[in-house]
Structures are given as structure tokens and as C-alpha cells.
């Protein structure tokens, strides 16, 4: 695997170096568009519609359109905005882990330790477990701030990114609106056939017919000779995809008493209770975005 980003899980003064690497990956088959006469690849191409000319990458912006208005942004403007590029990620709070809906996961993550020891993620693994939470935090990931969950699967930290609020999409149907009746024979029926069907989920006992019974007809057709040369219908860079994403070591961000991190932590948290801060505050006043954002 390779990591598409590093940095630091920050809680309080504790400083845990990590990097990012992707926790899921597409089997599925890819396939092409090409020509039923001759199998030639069928390509995509950047023409604008006003000129008709094929634009190159290099010249093109991206822009903002309504019903009325286009509004253009140059790649100079984009640039401009601020945007959030520092190397942490911030802890807002600890909930409860069965607050969190699952509606709201999107992309999962493996987090793994950097730097000299590993001693600050083995007590964040350990404390989440204990105390049956998980972390809520924000970062930066490829210039978009993210709101995620940090939390134990194994002996590995995973982060979840998740879906802002308005993301979500309210569920209205009328069919929905109008009352039925339920009987209490027709629910004891129901539940036995739940019964029926009940067991422990495994992954592992499914599996994704589709994609087997597609890669057997095209070995099928391969072991037939219905195989085409790919340089001759496709073009000599028919696979000249690049990689991308690689990330660098940021350093090594030990905290050199953890303890002492720790107890300065508890009592900074403390004393901003004290002065009425409470709830309002969090590390660097991360919460206060994530609910503006929100």
C-alpha cells in the first residue's frame, strides 16, 4: 500500500504521527467503450461548445453556473482561497461510538504510526477501547476540510470520513403518510421468518457473482481467439495512466514525556471548564468551525 498522507492525531497536547493509507479498493472490472465494428477504442474528448476546438488540460478553468449567470474562476482565483493545508488531525470531541449513524460513513482509512515509538497510538487505540468512544475529528485531505471518526478496528486505528449534515437528503414519501394496520398475527409471522433467516454476518460466505460470470465469458472468449490486439484497437497508450498521491514523512513529532502531555491536557480542559468554557471550547477551537461548517 501506498500512503496518500501524513501528519498527526492532535488531542489536547498529545502529538501521534501517523500516515494515511486507503482501507478499500474496486475489484470490479473495468471496461471500455469501443466500436462494434471494429473494436476500436471510443474516446472522450474536451471540445468546447462555442468554438468547437478540442481544448488542452492546460487551458481549461472550472466555473459556477445557474439559471442565469456563468461565473468563470481562473486557476489563479481557485488558488487564492484560503485553505486549510496544515498536517493535523484535530480531535473535536469523544462520543459515544453508537451516536454515529451510519449513514454518514463515506471512505475508510488505515491510520499507521510513524516516528521513533509507538507509544502515544497504542494509548489512543487503548483509551478508545475502554472507554467505548470514538474521536471525532477534522483535517485537510486533498484541499477539502473533512470531518471523520477515529476509531478501533483490530490493533489499527481507522478513520472514516463522513458526510456533512446537509449531505444527507430528508426521506418524504406519501405513501408513507397514509395509516396502515398491522395485525399482531401478521407481526408474529413476520418475526418467524426473521427467525427463520437469522445467523452471524460473515462477509466472506458472499460473494459478487456478477463481476465471476464476467470474467469468465471474457476468458471464454480469450481461450476462442475472439481476442483483439489492444495496440491496434486502443492505441499505443492504452494504459498510460499515471499514479498519483504520494505523500512525504513529515517528520518526527514525538512527544517527549507523553505523561506530562497528558496531565497538562487534563488540566487545561479543566480550567477552561472553570471559566465557563465548557462545551463551548475544544483544541484550537476546532469544534466552533466543525458547527459553522455544519
Not at 5 to 12: K, M
Not at 58 to 64: E, F, G, N, Q, S
Not at 134 to 144: D, N, S
Not at 177 to 191: D, G, H, M, N, P
Amino acid at each position: 500500500m501506498r500512503a496518500i498522507w501524513s501528519g498527526a492525531i492532535t488531542f489536547g497536547l498529545v502529538n501521534v504521527p501517523v500516515k494515511l493509507y486507503s482501507a478499500t479498493e474496486d475489484h470490479d472490472v473495468e471496461l471500455h467503450q469501443v466500436h462494434d465494428k471494429d473494436g476500436g477504442r471510443i474516446r472522450y474528448q474536451r471540445r468546447c461548445e462555442i468554438c468547437g476546438e478540442v481544448v488542452e488540460y492546460a487551458h481549461i478553468d472550472k466555473a459556477y453556473a445557474d439559471e442565469d449567470d456563468t461565473i468563470v474562476l481562473t486557476k489563479e482565483e481557485i488558488a487564492s482561497i484560503p485553505q486549510e493545508r496544515d498536517r493535523e488531525i484535530s480531535v473535536v470531541e469523544f462520543v459515544p461510538s453508537d451516536q454515529i449513524d451510519p449513514m454518514l460513513f463515506e471512505r475508510s482509512y488505515y491510520l499507521e504510526p510513524t516516528g521513533k515509538t509507538t507509544k502515544a497510538y497504542v494509548l489512543l487505540r487503548r483509551t478508545l477501547e475502554k472507554t467505548d468512544r470514538t474521536a471525532i475529528v477534522e483535517f485537510a485531505l486533498r484541499q477539502k476540510t473533512r470531518l471523520a471518526a477515529l476509531r478501533v478496528r483490530g490493533d489499527v486505528l481507522l478513520l472514516q470520513t463522513l458526510l456533512w449534515p446537509d449531505e444527507i437528503r430528508d426521506a418524504s414519501f406519501s405513501a408513507l403518510e397514509k395509516r396502515v394496520r398491522i395485525s399482531a398475527k401478521e407481526l408474529q409471522l413476520s418475526a418467524s421468518l426473521v427467525k427463520s433467516f437469522s445467523g452471524d454476518f460473515d462477509p466472506a460466505a458472499f460473494k459478487d457473482e456478477y463481476q465471476e460470470e464476467l470474467r469468465s465469458l471474457i476468458e471464454a472468449k480469450r481461450r476462442a481467439g475472439e481476442a483483439l490486439d489492444t495496440e491496434e484497437t486502443f492505441g499505443s497508450d492504452a494504459d498510460s495512466g499515471g499514479s498519483g498521491g504520494g505523500s512525504g514523512d513529515s517528520g518526527d513529532a514525538e512527544v517527549i514525556d507523553l505523561m506530562a502531555a497528558l496531565k497538562q491536557s487534563v488540566q487545561k480542559s479543566r480550567a477552561a471548564k472553570k471559566k465557563g468554557h465548557g462545551k463551548g471550547t475544544r483544541s484550537g477551537g476546532s469544534r466552533g468551525r466543525a458547527k459553522k461548517r455544519a
